[in-house]
């Protein structure tokens, strides 16, 4: 889809470097690559002091994208609001994909988490956007 990370590093006098990165990553059913594309942006981070990643990483914190069609295909099924379908469990030994951040990014924290614990901080909900219920 052509998305990318834009990556901007600051020198300082002392030295010191200062890395601040925007992502937007791929969507949708394809987590593989959602990897590899953070695999990567990890190597050009190491490289300097500290860093910043920010941006579309375009996973939930609580639920894969095979959950979410799951829970839609079920929603469809019976006729009812995919928000009022509980989440499918995950299938066994099957991570969140959002858990491949923790692999390459071992030091980082999630500031939203920090800030604002209680809010998911969706940019849009995908449960009711129906124009997002049926991609594989």
């Known amino acids: 889809m052509g998305r990318n ?3 901007g590093t600051i ?4 030295g010191h470097t200062l890395c601040c990165a925007t992502v937007h990553l791929e969507s ?7 990897e590899k594309q953070l695999e990567v942006i990890s190597e ?11 941006g579309d990483f375009n996973f939930d914190s609580d639920i894969n994208y095979s959950q979410h069609l799951k829970k839609c295909q079920i929603a469809t099924e019976q006729k009812k609001n995919a928000s009022d379908i509980p989440d499918p469990p995950l299938m066994e030994g099957e991570p969140l994909e959002n ?6 990014f071992v ?3 999630d500031v939203w988490k920090e800030l604002r ?3 998911k901080g969706y940019t849009f909900d995908s449960v009711k956007n129906t124009m997002l ?3 594989e």
């Open 107 to 109: 030091d980082y924290c």
């Open 99 to 104: 858990e491949v951040i923790r692999k390459y």
């Open 28 to 34: 949708l059913n394809l987590s593989n690559y959602r």
């Open 117 to 119: 614990p209680t809010d």
């Open 5 to 7: 990370c834009v990556i």
């Open 11 to 14: 020198r300082f006098k002392n």
């Open 44 to 54: 050009i981070l190491k490289k300097s002091d500290t860093a910043l990643l920010m």
């Open 133 to 135: 219920q049926n991609y």
